[in-house]
């Protein structure tokens, strides 16, 4: 039996968010053979890859509003259009750099087949993916624009497409690889007495939540609360999912949680 896993690059880590349209290309190389390590170890292993859009689309999303929808018309489809291709741009490198590294990634462009409203995401098509599955590939989606059926145009983050994903394919495991290794109580960036939470459940779920909506690190760091929230309620509609938050700054933190190796790393949600 196979074992699928989602893992998420987040776009802190392949991307220098000071620089825009910047890619960390040394990252993006170590992360690939970290990946390509953990399938060459374990043949049952199954990955769909995500990323974030770092200091690609999050500058032009920024720019039009892009999550929002339209605003103005012509302004608003021409940020549309320019969230669309920067985000493109970084999913081509991060695409070429994997398959250099030995990954056989086969990206999916998100905004083909994504549907939204009010900015859920209400459909994507996975089929193309299953089917790339079964040929031993690893799909590759991206955070990207989609068509609203009530603002006309949104941005669909990384997470929800995984959530869609996660609901269709029943994967094992979620990975999500950040900067920070884990969920703290407070901005570790900011305060070296910050204490991680090895793991989040139902028990201490009320604690976690008081903790992160009261962090001001926690948006700085990639909206931490809502991505937590989000997953939390994931796995409490799909038992026995585990989401683990690492850092894929770490060398090697990837190639673990991938083998499901260590597991004194980051936070596990469960």
Request: charged share 20%; proline share 4%.
């Amino acid at each position: 039996m196979s074992e699928l896993v989602l893992l998420k690059l987040g776009g802190s880590v392949i991307t220098d968010k000071n620089q825009p349209f910047t890619a960390r290309e040394g990252v993006i190389r170590r992360l690939g053979e970290e990946i390509r390590q953990a399938l060459d170890d374990r043949p049952d292993l199954q990955v769909i890859l995500g990323h974030g859009s770092g200091s690609f689309g999050h500058v032009v999303g920024q720019k039009y509003g892009t999550r929002e929808g339209i605003i103005d018309n012509k302004e608003g489809w021409r940020g549309y259009a320019e969230t669309a291709a920067a985000a493109a741009r970084l999913n081509r490198l991060v695409t070429d750099l994997l398959l250099e590294e030995g990954v056989p990634v086969v990206s999916y462009q998100p905004s083909a087949s994504a549907r939204c409203r009010k900015g859920d995401l209400m459909y994507f098509d996975t089929h193309p993916m299953q089917q790339a599955l079964a040929g031993g590939l690893v799909p590759l989606v991206y955070g990207d624009v989609a068509v609203d059926a009530v603002q006309g145009f949104t941005i669909v983050s990384t997470e929800q497409i995984f959530d869609n994903i996660a609901r269709e394919l029943q994967p094992a495991r979620i990975i999500l690889a950040g900067v920070v290794d884990g969920v703290y109580d407070m901005d570790p960036l900011a305060n070296p007495h910050a204490t991680r939470y090895a793991e989040i459940t139902l028990d201490n779920w009320a604690e976690v939540e008081v903790a992160l909506g009261g962090s001001h690190g926690t948006d700085v760091t990639g909206g931490m609360f809502s991505k937590v929230r989000d997953m939390h309620h994931l796995v409490l509609a799909q038992p026995p999912l585990e989401v683990y938050i690492i850092s894929g700054e770490i060398p090697g933190h990837v190639a673990s949680a991938l083998s499901g190796g260590d597991t004194d790393i980051g936070t596990l949600i469960w």
